[in-house]
């Protein structure tokens, strides 16, 4: 398998508190993995810094690769608009615009050919369900719908890795499995690797492996392998429920 994301020693602090401490952690492509821990655990901050929003103070990241730290800021904002997708639990769509300009936004600051952004934009709308609201705007459609919307843009540039944080945060029950069972689908259709931070045992139970970090370093992981999701749930709860941690 191809390794996206490597760390080591990865550490940071702010002022006198380290935040992460030393960690190691290999994520491979077409890897749905979750990453889990109580609040002030150090998942936001792995996040960020993995993502290039951050820097960090100690260790090593490569993306495809690539170091962080041979990376000028330029190159890295650039990578980062080409090369990763976000989505946030507070969608952050642009309600001036309609669903299917939301999701085209990223191809279109790269200047890609209107006819590759129609066949892009085909594939994944069937894929998350969304044909028919495209031509609506964000304060016409469902929390459900836009967090789909926002998956749609976050996936379409074909980047190396999505980062998702809290994505079934703002969403009932319903709409949370409905959008969990579509990332689940563009990981498999599209081979897209997807770093999730959750604190919902319930949506980690989707993914096929999960992370979990206390006091800034990782202290326990699990892979799905061939259990149900119903199974894995329960053996999360049970290692949340040893380590601490919120739930949903």
Known sequence: ?????????????YGKTQVLKNIDLTIEQG????IMGPSGSGKTTLMNTLST??????GEVWIEGKSLLDLKKRALREFRQRRMGFIFQDYNLLDTLTVKENILLPLSLQKTPVTEMEERLAKIVEALNIESILNQYPAEISGGQKQRTAAARAIITNPAIVFADEPTGALDSRSATQLLEQMQLLNNLFKTTVLMITHDPYA??????????RDGKIVNEMFKGEQTEKEFFDRILTIQSVLGGERR
């Open 31 to 34: 890897e749905f993995t979750a």
């Open 204 to 213: 980690a139970s989707y993914c096929q492996r999960v992370i979990f970090l």
């Open 1 to 13: 398998m191809t390794t996206i994301i490597q760390t080591k020693n990865l550490s940071k602090s």
């Open 53 to 58: 929003i951050d820097s960090f103070n100690g």
